[in-house]
């Protein structure tokens, strides 16, 4: 019977700018029973990581905030009262740009890493050279979803590992050829992590165990439709 492990790593101290996240990773591991294995997958929450690279600005007031969201934007695409759904440099397309006052100190808030791949790319790299294991790593973010209530954990930065699952020109189950069917893996990946991490328990690290995935180097950047493809904007 398949399963999937889903890990929560406890004992991430709170990140301050130039923190090196795989270090926090790797001690906050040697303090628990828990080891990274191959065929392992890390999952990091976004906040963290832009912790690390300094990505937190003053938001003391509304204005203030209003104007970090004007910075972040590359676009407007609507408004609605206090919400802004923007379109960020990265091309992902998100409330009020990706800044955010959650789980942060009062008048200030966090903005998305600048370039969240290279970030993910970072992270595997130096847990590579301290371990010996090639371990795909995920940056997470929680998105909405347009036309359906409630938010969900996506994948916004991905390093080692193929960021879809392709199933077109495969039989389905009934031996009929699949033509569309692309698994967006790394955003599944993400959601899942997000159940063991919770919003409000300072779990911002998870494992995910037992998933079948692809080596590569796709990007998460990879997942944004192209506007020519894109029936709704």
């Known amino acids: ?42 999952v990091v929450t976004h906040k963290i990581v832009s912790k690390a690279e300094g ?43 990706g800044v ?19 970030s993910a790319h970072s992270i595997r790299m ?23 209530r409630g938010q969900t954990d996506i994948a916004i930065g991905v390093s080692g590992m193929e960021a879809i699952a392709d199933f077109k020109g495969k039989p389905d189950g009934n031996g009929r050829i699949m033509e569309a069917t692309e698994i967006a893996i790394i955003d599944e990946i993400a959601s899942a992590a997000d159940l063991v991490m919770g919003k409000a328990d300072h779990i911002p690290v998870a494992i995910v165990r037992g998933v079948a995935w692809e080596p590569g180097e796709a990007r998460a950047i990879d997942l944004v439709r192209p506007p020519g493809e894109d029936l709704f904007r």
């Open 55 to 97: 990505r937190v600005v003053d938001s003391g007031d509304d204005a203030t905030y209003r104007a970090a969201v004007e910075e972040e934007a590359q676009a407007i695409l609507r408004r609605r009262g206090d919400l802004t759904i923007a379109r960020t440099h990265h091309g992902f397309i998100c409330a009020n740009a």
């Open 100 to 118: 955010d006052r959650s789980n942060v100190p009062s008048g200030r808030a966090v903005l998305l890493p600048l370039n969240p791949d290279r």
């Open 1 to 42: 019977m398949k399963s999937i492990e889903v890990i929560a790593v406890p004992g991430i101290p709170e990140i301050e700018p130039g923190d090196q996240i795989a270090d926090s990773i790797l001690q906050a591991l040697e303090q628990s029973p828990i080891e990274l294995t191959r065929g392992d997958l890390l």
């Open 126 to 148: 130096q847990l590579r050279r301290a371990t010996g294991i090639d371990v795909p790593v995920i940056i997470s973010d929680t998105f909405g979803r347009p036309w359906r």
